[in-house]
Nanobody
Framework: QVQLVESGGGLVQAGGSLRLSCAASGGSFSSYAMGWFRQAPGKEREFVAGISWTGGTTAYSNSVKGRFTISRENARNRVYLQMNSVKSEDTAVYYC???????????????????WGQGTQVTVSS
């Protein structure tokens, strides 16, 4: 069983940067693909970024491509989301998720991920 805990959320001005962190425990972290999702007020949860178990493959939604970077540090059981040039539209609760998959294809559907963190709020002011 894998437990995930997000941190690093908060208030940031438009154009600024924020780094989210996800700490994993209880499982073989290095064998899991990881993803970040977000849910804005009144909206459905959406895929933001994904990374393969080795970190060699990444994928991003079009809305964040070029601004956000997902990375992982398997030795510390951590996955990160570096958010640069944030916009007001980035305001949402951000969730870390894990998928037991050792390949290189990135899945964008919520149901593909079995483990989820509690979420961390990111608010972008303008």
């Amino acid at each position: 069983q894998v437990q995930l805990v997000e941190s690093g959320g908060g208030l940031v001005q438009a154009g600024g940067s924020l780094r989210l962190s996800c700490a994993a425990s209880g499982g073989s972290f290095s064998s899991y693909a990881m993803g970040w999702f977000r849910q804005a007020p009144g909206k459905e949860r959406e895929f933001v970024a994904g990374i393969s178990w080795t970190g060699g493959t990444t994928a991003y939604s079009n809305s964040v491509k070029g601004r956000f970077t997902i990375s992982r540090e398997n030795a510390r059981n951590r996955v990160y989301l570096q958010m640069n040039s944030v916009k007001s539209e980035d305001t949402a609760v951000y969730y870390c998720a894990a998928r037991n998959y050792a390949g290189y294809a990135i899945k964008r559907q919520e149901y593909e991920y079995a483990y989820w963190g509690q979420g961390t709020q990111v608010t972008v002011s303008s």
